[in-house]
């Protein structure tokens, strides 16, 4: 008997334990279908979060373009004019005279606005912008043949690049026939070029580091020792860039045709200086009675006097100067 009930114990803690096996299945099965709903749920909600960052990234995208647009790319030309381009040493009259052939015609700039970002970049060397023509320093600037190709009616572009092969190709390639250069005594735009810089102020020095190399003290000199190494740095690269263009003009045969407008003209007469321009570029529609006379302190025009470097270089500036330049400069008399 005692047997019995042994047996119907284990049997009975058997059916108990089978019960609880079972319970315990189906709260796993419970627990397994609420994880597979949590699962899906979570596919669905990663789905719509995918979905959703595709059209935001679309919509960054288009929002990027818009501001590409409106920023960078020029506005349409208002003009069907042939483009101009005119190459100038630096302080040499260009914002002047770029001023002045915008004034009387319906030639515009191909860029709108230049903030630091894009002032840097540019004279980088390394610019990749659609509405810049060229990238450098006038030591080194390269024209950019794509966007010469694309804004050829409508703009004035003007560049201080010198006569390298390069950039005389490009403008070629780009379907332009004509090319004008306004050069200025070397010694002149060196003058202008010191006052120039210590008019930026020291807050400049590493941006203007990205033009030529300057002390880190060089704002602390006085404006002679200034000038003396300007002299020495500047004046180099002003007279071999006006020989590029002045042996250009007068070689044979060239990609491009040239002509040399020279600063003098710009103060002895601004109008004849711009119209001569204009009869070079075969340009019809203009009206010269909206050039101005040029004035001090508008569009980067400080003085504008011939032979000021007569008076502002020393001896040892004029000493060196008269050996740079010795008969270099004879070219400046070539007018193409």
Request: proline residues 4%.
């Amino acid at each position: 008997m005692f047997g019995s009930r042994s047996r119907r114990q284990a049997a009975a803690a058997l059916a108990a334990t089978v019960a609880e096996r079972d319970a315990l299945l189906v709260q796993r099965d419970i627990a397994l279908g609420e994880r597979n709903e949590l699962r899906r749920q979570l596919d669905e909600m990663t789905g719509e979060r995918n979905e959703f960052r595709r059209q935001l990234d679309a919509a960054l995208v288009t929002h990027a373009q818009s501001i590409r647009r409106s920023t960078r790319e020029p506005a349409p030309s208002p003009s069907r004019q042939r483009s101009l381009f005119m190459a100038s040493l630096p302080k040499s009259g260009t914002e002047f005279v770029g001023g002045a052939i915008r004034d009387a015609t319906k030639l515009v700039s191909p860029v709108s606005h230049w903030d630091d970002a894009l002032s840097r970049a540019y004279l980088s060397g390394y610019c990749n912008r659609e509405d810049v023509v060229s990238t450098g320093v006038f030591v080194s600037e390269r024209l950019l043949l794509d966007t010469l190709r694309r804004l050829t009616h409508g703009y004035l572009h003007q560049s201080h690049c010198g006569a390298t092969h390069h950039n005389l190709c490009v403008l070629r390639d780009a379907g332009y026939e004509r090319a004008t250069v306004l050069v200025r005594d070397p010694r002149d735009s060196t003058v202008s070029w010191t006052h120039h810089l210590r008019a930026m102020g020291p807050g400049m020095v590493n941006f203007n580091s990205l033009i030529q190399y300057l002390p880190l003290d060089y704002f602390d000199w006085p404006h002679e020792a200034q000038l003396a190494f300007q002299v020495r740095t500047f004046l180099p690269a002003a007279v071999n860039w006006i020989e590029s263009w002045v042996g250009a003009a007068a070689a044979g045969e060239q990609p491009v045709q040239l002509q040399v407008a020279l600063f003098d003209q710009l103060r002895a007469d601004p109008t004849a200086l711009v119209k001569s321009i204009l009869t070079f570029h075969r340009v019809e529609d203009y009206d010269l009675s909206k050039v101005q006379p040029p004035t001090p302190g508008e569009r980067h025009f400080r003085e504008g006097k011939s032979g000021a470097w007569n008076s502002a270089f020393s001896r040892a500036d004029r000493d060196f100067a008269e050996e740079l330049i010795g008969r270099r400069l004879e070219g400046l008399r070539v007018v193409a």
